[in-house]
């Protein structure tokens, strides 16, 4: 069973759509994170959620809205996608009672052409 | 700014050497560091984390060492293998934060 998994794995849509992403985990964590890896293949958090409530949202623009309906999902909604959106974007979760080893999921690839 | 920076980006040995992957971190005040390993077009594994109290940890031929003092940690692999090469991330955290911070990677390739 995948413990971190999203959907879809590979995205590419047209400037100017809207877009969402989304992950559900099984492994009982109670927080959740979006992280973007970028062309350069670093890797930088976006937003986490714990018990469904947003902790950290890094400046990202308000065009990402994260969505976190239970502590199982946490969904990425993407507005007037823009080319510089294009990029790998990983969900993971984590327990903080566990020492917090993360868990990633496999990425979702987005190319905005 | 807390940041953590690998060196270096990329790194090829021949099989069987044992090798040392280096990171290192602004603020020696981290709540803990992880060490991750990306093979292409997947996500990432964790491989070892150290908690601020611990100075090392170990999983099978990997070991990883943590000096706040110095603001490094290393990633030990013995004997490498073929089945070794990928992107290996090492990730601090600080104050408790939740928020991890990456550095951008070591490429490791173990020619056969």
């Known amino acids: 069973d995948t413990a971190v998994s999203q959907t879809p794995k590979y995205l590419v849509t047209q400037m100017g759509n809207d877009k969402s992403i989304k992950c559900e985990q099984n492994l009982g964590h109670d927080t959740m994170y979006w992280y973007k890896q970028d062309s350069k293949k670093f890797l930088k958090i976006m937003f986490s959620y714990n018990n469904k409530e947003l902790i950290i949202n890094e400046t990202v623009p308000n065009r990402f809205s994260p969505k976190s309906p239970d502590k199982a999902h946490l969904n990425l909604h993407i507005n007037s996608l823009e080319l510089g959106d294009s990029a790998v974007y990983f969900c993971?979760?984590?327990?903080?009672?566990?020492?917090?080893?993360?868990?990633f999921g496999e990425g979702s690839w987005l190319t905005v052409v | 700014k807390q940041e953590v920076t690998q060196i270096p980006a990329a790194l090829s040995v021949p099989e069987g050497e044992n090798l040392v992957l280096n990171c290192s971190f602004t603020d020696s005040a981290i709540y803990n560091l992880q060490w991750f390993r990306q093979d292409p077009g997947k996500g990432l594994t964790s491989l070892l984390l150290?908690?601020?109290?611990?100075r090392e940890q170990t999983s099978g031929r990997l070991n990883a060492s943590l000096d706040k003092s110095s603001g490094r940690s290393t990633l030990y692999i013995a004997a490498s293998q073929p089945g070794d090469s990928a992107t290996y991330l090492c990730a601090a955290e600080w104050d408790g934060s939740e928020k991890l911070v990456f550095g951008k990677g070591t490429k490791l390739t173990v020619n056969p």
């Open positions: 150290i908690q601020s109290s611990q």
């Open positions: 993971a979760s984590s327990h903080r009672d566990a020492g917090n080893t993360i868990y």
